[in-house]
Nanobody, 118 residues
Framework: QVQLVESGGGLVQPGGSLRLSCVVS????????MAWYRQAPGKQRELVAAITSGSRSNYADSVKGRFTISRDNAKNTVYLQMNSLKPEDTAVYYC????????????WGQGTQVTVSS
């Protein structure tokens, strides 16, 4: 059974920073792309940042220059460094991973709350 477990969310003041982590565990052959999504109350889930197995990354326009996605393939972990946080970044953040078991599938974490407020 594959599991994704996020950590690092919390309450932070505007302008502050947080670092999210997501660890993939279980039995699988490989992890391909990994990504972070977020969903604010009353809004659709949106892609925040994604990274390929070769560490090529892309970002939503709203977070470019403030957020950085990275991964440690040896630890099966993806990170999201969030700087200069704004109230509009408040959301539940989810990690996803495209994983090859006996088939290719997209797996999701349970989500971690990020609240930016003074």
């Amino acid at each position: 059974q594959v599991q994704l477990v996020e950590s690092g969310g919390g309450l932070v003041q505007p302008g502050g920073s947080l670092r999210l982590s997501c660890v993939v565990s279980g039995r699988f052959f490989s992890i391909n792309a990994m990504a972070w999504y977020r969903q604010a109350p009353g809004k659709q889930r949106e892609l925040v940042a994604a990274i390929t197995s070769g560490s090529r990354s892309n970002y939503a326009d709203s977070v470019k220059g403030r957020f950085t996605i990275s991964r440690d393939n040896a630890k099966n972990t993806v990170y999201l460094q969030m700087n200069s946080l704004k109230p509009e970044d408040t959301a539940v953040y989810y990690c996803s991973a495209d994983i090859l078991i006996t088939y290719n599938g997209r797996w999701w974490g349970q989500g971690t709350q990020v609240t930016v407020s003074s």
